[in-house]
DNA sequence: CTCAATACTTGACCATCTCAAGCACTTCGT
DNA sequence: ACGAAGTGCTTGAGATGGTCAAGTATTGAG
């Protein structure tokens, strides 16, 4: 029953066709979709906002000054002012001043941040269980093929200033 | 240099061995970002936030009642009232009453909306050049993974109530 | 030494989000 | 048929996320 939906979208009737870049982008936003909600409510779990966790997430890798975390963040810099105040009202993350430029203020994760962090990641049971329906070789290739398509930008760590 | 950093992540040296799970969730956490800053910085062009845009994104494919918006957007039904609200003044959606259940507001995309959206959509130049560069078959690879790994859950149109 | 640039903070203002409460309507049980 | 429970949407309060404009401290270039 074709339905008649407002917007075509043919979506290409049999699996075997190549779809389209406008198929890929709709399941991306699919996609993306449902890892922010997992995400989302495993934050929530701890007491989180997205935002907070996202901020603890990209602190794992390395500490990082406020501004380059506004960059990663893709926000405003006053933004990153407060919520990092609340991370670190809650001791799960510190501030240090950077030894080099008294300007810059370096953003560390606590043992408690990490702690925190890795009991979200663990808790994104949605993302997690597909993820063990891969194989190895499917495994390799979505992580390949998303590395392609999204490069890292996230070198060497940020505490350089 | 190693750089020792403080999260040990070895990040499987060569490229050869099949990433763990804690390697694609940061890959997907990686990419989820790049793809989302994309998103909200062509949403802002059209002066719409990441909300509103989701928004009137998940209403190409059908019209929704309030209630499945709420759920596909994972959050509050009291919150979509706002969205909606704000779409509705700008003229890009209209609430239309449910012909079966008298307490359902349909939300339909205006054409307004829909030249909106695609425009959005068609500025989204990192993510679009990025697909680019796949060929046939690592389209295919990525779409039915990530079909495999967040299955699609929007089945038919929610224009049921 | 002066001046432009940079890092962070603050305050104003709006959007987003949750929760609790309320109204309108539907559905179910009796 | 009737009342009670459930569902869909809205409203208001309160916290957070987000931008912008302005201000302070520091750096760095000339």
Redesign the pocket.
């Known amino acids: 029953m074709p339905a008649n939906p407002p917007h075509p979208a043919p979506a290409s009737q049999d699996g075997t066709a190549a779809p389209t870049k406008a198929e890929l982008v709709d399941r991306l936003a699919g996609a993306f979709g449902l890892y922010y909600g997992d995400f989302?409510l495993a934050a929530?779990t701890e007491g989180l906002?997205?935002?907070?966790a996202k901020t603890l997430s990209v602190l794992r890798f390395s500490p990082a000054?406020?501004?380059?975390?506004?960059t990663l963040?893709?926000?405003?810099?006053?933004?990153?002012?407060?919520?990092?105040?609340?991370l670190e009202k809650r001791e799960l993350v510190r501030?240090e001043p950077?030894p080099?430029?008294?300007?810059?203020?370096?953003v560390v994760l606590t043992v408690a941040g990490e702690v925190t962090i890795d009991a979200i990641r663990a808790r994104m049971h949605t993302t997690l269980d597909a993820l063990d329906t891969l194989d190895d070789t499917e495994r390799t290739a979505l992580h390949t093929l998303l590395g392609r398509v999204f490069p890292d930008g996230r070198g060497g760590p940020e505490y350089t200033?």
Chains 1, 2 share one sequence.
Do not use: E, Y
Request: charged share 30%.
């Open positions: 989302t929530a906002t997205p935002s907070q000054p406020m501004r380059a975390l506004a963040l893709a926000c405003d810099a006053s933004n990153i002012t407060g919520i990092v105040d609340r501030r950077s080099t430029d008294r300007r810059v203020k370096n200033r």
